[in-house]
């Protein structure tokens, strides 16, 4: 006997209605991408794994999805690792494709290939699924769309406010109120780094201090110490576990606190620039929070780092994010090439939207009428109809075999469909159709232009 079929763990499908609600969302977020200027690109599935590679720090590479090379992948594996069983050393021997890890280091890729075809400043968009060997939970999928946002070729910081702007714009057509959009600046953290004399462990510091939400004050201090951050440096950033205030007041406490930092100073002034022109153009729902444990533990931000935290009624991880990176296609050979993107989590954004029961009822509207089928003369008759139908943007469709009636209407009420169109003998004799509410029961003859009018 066969055994059951089954999906690999972090993977999902997607029934019509789960669909629906998904290309409700991504059809937001592309007209507003559009809106704001962004262009569309894609980008393969899978890269080589050079190009993803190192660019995520330590933790990042270890969630990368590798592809075995084709054919005998161990004819030409390092004997020695095989031998050893060191597998990190042996996987560079056997596999030269990943699968991507996100949009932003594959966008990067492709501005350094087609630079010569780009106008600059380069604004694009992207919606498509991304792969990550994470440990699944709710909320966080192996397999899982992005939609990214990203402009490159301009250190404005105008770009920033925009991008704070497209974000309140896109949830605000959602219906997500509440929403925080929580920023900080890389600048400011190597600046913290280097006033409490720890300057060379700034990723661990980054690193340990992105999970205070997760992990609590203490688990940071624990992670900060064994990474090497002695008790004294850590003692000089205790006022971060409480930084409260409005973000005016916050930027005022980073200015004292930073004031021996030039670098630091810099990413106050950034945060200065981005919160005051956000806030006198101000905000339709989202709002906009200074939060200095934001990290994000990613290596390619030098710059403004953004993430959107779900309305607080919703136990939900974050929901977007990004931020600059100046130096990311520098990676790539091209060189004063600034960047700045953000992404919206599509896959938790559907689960907020859904619990906050937030989707139109029109989303998932599928098939207006069923045409119920008593044979090949009547379901031509029905077909003209129907193509007519079809042709203002109805959604009707034919039951494909002439069954019982019975069988027919149950179709209808199994699928929701809320009318039925009767074309039998009597109906094609006076060249009228019978409209019946499946609800109501009520039934009524028409022409086929009051049919289309009673559908529309």
């Known amino acids: 006997m066969a055994s059951k079929p089954s999906i690999p763990k972090g993977t999902r499908d997607f029934s019509p209605t789960e669909v629906a609600k998904r290309q409700y969302i ?9 809106k704001f200027g962004f262009q569309p690109i894609e980008t393969p599935s899978f890269e080589n794994s050079d190009t993803l590679m190192g660019k995520y720090g330590e933790e990042g590479d270890r969630l990368i999805f590798k592809i075995l090379n084709s054919g005998d992948y161990l004819a030409k594996a390092n004997a020695a690792h095989l031998e050893a069983k060191d597998s990190t050393k042996l996987t560079a021997s056997i596999s030269e494709k990943a699968l991507r890890y996100d949009l932003t280091v594959p966008f990067a890729r492709y501005v350094v290939q087609h630079q010569n075809e780009i106008e600059f400043p380069f604004k ?21 769309f992005q939609c990214d946002a990203d402009v490159v070729g301009s250190t404005s910081l105008w770009q920033e406010v925009e991008l704070v702007q497209l974000y309140d714009t896109v949830f605000t ?12 600046n890389r600048k400011i953290l190597s600046g913290i780094a280097e006033v409490i004399g720890a300057s060379d462990k700034l990723i661990d510091f980054t690193v340990a201090l992105d999970k205070l939400d997760k ?51 810099k990413g106050v002034a950034e945060l200065r620039f981005i919160c005051d022109n956000v806030t006198s153009l101000g905000l339709a729902t989202a709002v906009l929070d200074l ?22 009624t919703v136990a939900m991880g974050s929901i977007g994010g990004g931020g600059r990176y100046d130096d990311l296609t520098g990676i790539f050979g091209l060189k004063n090439m600034s960047g700045v993107g953000i992404s919206f989590g599509l896959d938790r954004i559907y689960l907020v939207v859904e619990e906050l029961n937030l989707f139109p009822e029109t989303v998932t509207a599928a098939t207006k009428a069923l045409f119920i089928n008593y044979g090949d003369t009547e379901a ?4 003209q109809a129907i193509k007519d139908l079809r042709g203002a943007g109805i959604k009707v469709e034919l039951y494909p075999d002439s069954a019982k009636m019975a069988k027919q209407f149950q179709h209808a009420d199994r699928r929701s469909i809320p009318f039925a ?23 009524v003859n028409l022409s086929l232009e009051e049919l289309k009018a009673a559908l529309l």
Request: hydrophobic fraction near 40%; glycine fraction near 8%; charge should be negative.
């Open 215 to 265: 992990i609590g004050e203490d688990g940071v201090k624990k992670e900060m110490i064994e990474k090497g951050i002695d008790a004294a440096a850590i003692e000089k950033v205790q006022p971060l576990f409480n930084f409260t205030g409005s973000i005016t007041e916050k930027i005022e406490k980073l200015s004292q606190l930073l004031a021996s930092s030039e670098e630091g100073m």
């Open 291 to 312: 939060d200095v444990t934001l990290a994000r533990g990613l290596n390619y931000y030098t710059g403004a780092i953004f993430e959107v935290a779900a309305p607080k």
């Open 380 to 383: 031509l008759y029905a077909m």
């Open 421 to 443: 169109v009767i074309a039998g003998e009597t109906e094609m004799a006076t060249n009228n159709y019978a409209l019946k509410n499946l609800s109501t029961g009520e039934q």
């Open 124 to 144: 694009r968009y992207q919606i498509q699924p991304v792969w990550r060997a994470d440990r699944p939970q709710k909320g966080r999928f192996r397999e899982f």
């Open 26 to 34: 991504m059809q937001i977020i592309r007209s507003n991408f559009e």
């Open 173 to 184: 057509a959602l219906g997500l109120e509440g929403v925080t959009i929580k920023i900080n």
